[in-house]
């Protein structure tokens, strides 16, 4: 009891402790067999199956993950952003996409959680994801690629652009509201517990390639190497991976983002059993490839950022083979019962670690601009 004891103490002392580390998973996209939601670009193809065994180098189409220490490391996260950025330049910015958040539902909201981060690993928090095919410049946007095409809350940046343009043109990009309503969807969906400045300053990238998704988004099939490599690659450690990982809390998954290597028949995993066979009936119509069922991320309280996703990693009843993964490491495992254990720490680490994130790779005037409509790039 007492070395137990010793244990978590190290452990929450590490976590309070100047470096600032956690985990999270990103989304995936729709299997084959969903519905198109439009029928001009054809759909990219579906995730590659895990047919073989779920060892680090199993997926065949997929990119192998990056060195496990990037060469040069990213620029100083946040360098160059400051909060309250938009005082003095549009006073009412932060409010106005407030209210557009929060006339979204919840589903919605964690929608938007979800596209800040694919935001910040592709091409940095620059809006990037929100760019929509364009048939002469850019025919195959992020927005395209495989781990987007279940992204949702697009209108909702859409409707707060619009309002912050009414207000005040031309001074509010999109990328700072893309990090604001993540912002700000994390504070709703944990009754305001959660609830941090978020520096702002970022600039619209003009560049949005759909080849660019799966090399920077970790996959859900990613075990703990893999997830610390792609969250390094972002300057991100891991007790960011893992404080990030409670997104994981709220929100929902396509089937077909873990059904292949996390259910039966190809059953390698080690998830509870009970809850396997909750997932597999949920889950069943979208075993002819009819149809795409969704299951709620967090089974107890779905609608809500907290840390029952940490006690789901614990109890094996998670979705993902990358959130089964931070078991499977002395780290992240000691990180995992942290957060299982106080609420408050990891809510407060959340919230650094989305400040973190939302410091990836940001554009400046020099290589950005401030875009008039979000879904594309000002024309000259
Ligand atoms: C650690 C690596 C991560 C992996 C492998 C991962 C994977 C996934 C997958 C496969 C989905 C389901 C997509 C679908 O089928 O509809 C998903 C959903 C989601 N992810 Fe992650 N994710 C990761 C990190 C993150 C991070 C860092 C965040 C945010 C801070 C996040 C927030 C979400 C949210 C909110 C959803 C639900 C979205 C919705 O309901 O529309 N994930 N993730
Ligand atoms: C893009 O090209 C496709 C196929 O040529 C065409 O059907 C579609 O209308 C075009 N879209 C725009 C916005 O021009
Ligand atoms: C977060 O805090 C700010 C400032 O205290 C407040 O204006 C805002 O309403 C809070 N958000 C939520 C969702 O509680
Ligand atoms: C990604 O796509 C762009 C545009 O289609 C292309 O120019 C580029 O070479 C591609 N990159 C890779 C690594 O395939
Ligand atoms: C999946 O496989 C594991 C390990 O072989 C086993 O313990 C577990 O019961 C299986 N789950 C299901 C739902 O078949």
């Known amino acids: 009891m007492a070395t137990k004891l010793a244990v978590l103490a190290t452990l929450v002392l590490a976590l309070l402790g100047p470096v600032s580390c956690q985990q999270q998973q990103a989304g995936y996209g729709y299997g084959a067999g969903s519905p198109t939601p439009t029928s001009s670009p054809p759909p990219p193809a579906a995730y590659p199956p895990m047919t073989t065994s779920p060892t ?7 990119p192998p993950p990056p060195p496990p220490t990037p060469s040069p490391p990213p620029p100083a ?6 909060v309250g950025y938009y005082k003095d330049k549009c006073a009412e910015a932060e409010t106005i996409v407030q209210e557009a958040v929060r006339a979204a539902d919840a589903g919605t909201k964690a929608g938007l959680v ?3 981060f694919h935001d910040c690993f592709v091409q940095g928090c620059d809006a990037s994801v929100l760019l929509k095919p364009d048939n002469d ?7 395209l690629g ?18 912050v343009e009414a207000r005040c043109p031309g001074v509010v990009s999109c990328a700072d509201i893309v990090a604001f309503a993540g912002r700000d969807a994390s504070a709703f969906l944990s009754g305001g517990a959660i609830n941090f400045t978020m520096p702002a300053g970022r600039y619209d990238g003009t560049v949005s390639l759909a080849n660019e998704t799966l090399p920077n988004l970790p996959p859900p099939f990613a075990d703990v190497r893999r997830l610390k490599a792609m969250f390094a690659a972002k300057g991100l450690d891991t007790v960011d991976m893992v404080a990030l990982s409670g997104a994981h809390s709220i929100g929902r998954s396509h089937c077909s983002s873990f059904s292949s290597d996390r259910l039966p028949p ?12 909750t997932l597999q009936a949920s889950c069943a119509s979208s075993a002819n490839g009819a149809a795409d069922n969704t299951v709620v991320q967090d089974y107890r309280t779905p609608d809500q950022l907290d840390n029952q996703y940490y006690r789901n990693v614990i109890s094996h009843k998670v979705l993902f083979a990358s959130d089964a993964a931070l078991l499977k490491s002395s780290d992240t495992l000691g990180l995992v019962y942290v957060a299982a254990f106080s609420q ?25 601009e401030i875009r008039r409509m979000c879904g594309y790039v000002n024309k000259p």
């Open 56 to 62: 680090p180098s199993s997926p065949t189409a997929y």
């Open 77 to 82: 996260a946040g360098a160059g952003l400051s």
């Open 114 to 116: 979800r596209l800040f």
């Open 137 to 143: 410049t850019n025919p195959q946007p992020e927005m």
């Open 146 to 163: 495989v781990p987007n095409l279940s992204l949702r809350g697009f209108e909702v940046i859409d409707a707060a652009k619009a309002a």
């Open 266 to 277: 190809s059953n390698t995993s080690d998830m509870d059993p009970a809850f396997a066979a």
């Open 344 to 368: 408050k720490l990891w809510q407060d680490k959340f919230g650094q670690a989305m400040v973190k994130m939302g410091g990836v790779q940001v554009k400046t005037a020099a290589n950005g």
